[in-house]
């Protein structure tokens, strides 16, 4: 597509839910990163895929947190018995090759979780 | 551990005034340097980088120079405008990884 595209653009969900957050690269980005943007700080590294696999995922804060991106292309970031300090803006980044050092990245509009 | 810290926020300014936003950074290596810009309602957006010490990056009238003596990168710009309100981002990539640490924004607002 056009940009990186993320949904749902919004959710909200009760404390101890699963959640389910999509990404859509960027059509033939191979590199797929997650951030995640707390209010009033800058996004912090989740993980980081090269293809179908995890090539770093050293910032997932726990066992809760997984993500998968199985046929390389569109990711799912998943989070179990969500929790009131999960509330953030999910981001969702592509990139051509694993070059960023060069040319940063193309970053989506991001999810907005709301825990409650 | 590696990190980026901005000038305070929010800043105002009235239109086609000069702009500075400082950033400075630590980190093992030679990181290349970014800047972020966050639009009202928009995506992240790249603004400008740059790869070693003494490269100046520009785009859209705004420039930064890569200084490794004061380990800084700072963000210029000579005449604002209204349109330039958004959010900025300073970040670093380390040397053989893809990830990008970022510092936590500076809110800037134009006022005409």
């Known amino acids: 597509g056009a940009g990186v595209s993320q949904t749902p653009s919004n959710k909200v969900t009760e404390k101890g839910k699963y959640v389910e957050l999509r990404c859509d690269p960027i059509?033939?980005?191979?590199?797929l990163y997650w951030y995640r943007q707390s209010l009033g700080q800058g996004p912090e590294f989740l993980i980081y895929?090269?293809?179908?696999?995890?090539?770093?995922d050293s910032g997932l804060p726990n066992d809760r947190f997984f993500a998968v991106r199985p046929e390389g292309s569109v990711s799912t970031l998943k989070i179990q018995r969500t929790e009131r300090g999960d509330s953030a803006v999910y981001l969702c980044?592509?990139?051509?090759?694993?070059?960023?050092?060069?040319?940063?990245?193309?970053f989506g509009s991001g999810t907005r979780l709301t825990v409650v | 551990g590696d990190s980026v810290t901005q000038m305070e926020g929010p800043v105002t300014l009235s239109e086609e005034a000069f702009l500075t936003i400082n950033c400075t950074y630590t980190?093992?290596?030679?990181?290349?340097l970014f800047w972020y810009v966050q639009y009202p309602g928009e995506g992240l957006q790249l603004l400008l980088k740059?790869?070693?010490?003494?490269d100046k990056g520009s785009n859209k009238g705004f420039e930064a120079t890569y200084r490794k003596e004061t380990t800084s990168f700072h963000l210029e710009k000579g005449s604002v405008q209204v349109s330039d309100s958004a959010v900025y981002f300073c970040?670093?990539?380390?040397?053989?990884?893809?990830?990008?640490?970022f510092g936590q924004g500076t809110r800037l607002t134009i006022n005409p």
């Open positions: 970040a670093l990539s380390l040397q053989g990884a893809q990830k990008l640490v």
């Open positions: 980044a592509s990139s051509l090759g694993s070059n960023v050092r060069d040319r940063g990245y193309t």
């Open positions: 740059a790869t070693k010490a003494d």
């Open positions: 980190a093992t290596g030679y990181p290349s």
């Open positions: 059509s033939g980005h191979t590199a």
């Open positions: 895929f090269q293809g179908t696999g995890a090539a770093d």
